[in-house]
């Protein structure tokens, strides 16, 4: 059966849509994080067939130290390894990425896991820069492992599409990430029918 991509206008056509497990991973720590609202949003918006599954926080994984297997970083290993997707939201700090998420991302590059990954960065900032500079930073880590980013989407001015549970409200955002995932998961599909035919 098709899957249907729900108010988006779109449809995704694989018959193995239902089998998609997306990844996702919140850059911040903050109890009431804006960016960790967008994920959760996400998961409510998601396309039929299309399952998103929450790392738990990153403040659980510790500095990076090669030599070391930590529990939490072989969680997350596995969970990267096992989907077929991640999206990552994201706040800008200093310009950047946060430090806890450059070190998540640190711990993979030996492991491989995001190598030919597609991967969807979102990013929400109080300001109208939307937090573009922590996505460029992203691109750059994300890349020199070999991932894949078939789509982005910057959510500016966040604290006014937020609701007093710190909930996203804004329909219109709510909207693109819902056509954030559907580009997510059409690239999820081009990647297995490329692998398929190779
Ligand atoms: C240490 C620090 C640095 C920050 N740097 C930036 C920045 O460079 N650009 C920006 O747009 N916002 C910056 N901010 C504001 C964050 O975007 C804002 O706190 C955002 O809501 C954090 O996302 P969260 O709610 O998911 O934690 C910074 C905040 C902190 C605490």
Redesign the pocket.
Same mark, same amino acid.
């Given at each position: 059966m098709r899957a249907a991509a729900r108010g988006a206008g779109r449809r995704i056509s694989s018959p193995s849509v239902s089998d998609m497990r997306i990844a996702t991973l919140?850059? %911040?720590?903050?109890e009431?994080?804006?960016?960790? @609202?967008l994920v959760r949003a996400a998961r409510e918006v998601a396309p039929d067939g299309v399952e998103l599954v929450v790392f738990r926080s990153l403040a659980d994984v510790p500095w990076l130290d090669p030599s070391l297997e930590p529990e939490p970083v072989q969680e997350l290993r596995e969970l990267i390894g096992e989907a077929d997707g991640v999206l990552i939201?994201?706040?800008?700090?200093?310009?950047?990425m946060p430090g806890v998420l450059k070190n998540a991302l640190d711990w993979l590059v030996g492991s491989g896991e995001l190598s030919g990954l597609p991967v969807a960065l979102i990013s929400? %900032?109080?300001?109208m820069?939307?937090?573009i500079? @922590?996505q460029m930073a992203l691109t750059q880590t994300l890349l020199a492992q070999a991932a894949l980013i078939p789509v982005t989407l910057t959510v500016p001015a966040?604290?006014s599409k937020l609701d007093e549970n710190g909930e996203l409200a804004d329909q219109a955002t709510r909207r693109r990430i819902r056509e954030t995932l559907v580009a997510l998961a059409e690239a999820v599909e081009e990647r297995r029918a490329y692998l398929q035919a190779s």
């Open positions: 919140s850059g %911040s720590l903050q009431r994080s804006s960016n960790t @609202a939201a994201s706040p800008e700090h200093g310009h950047s929400a %900032s109080p300001t820069g939307g937090g500079r @922590a966040i604290k």
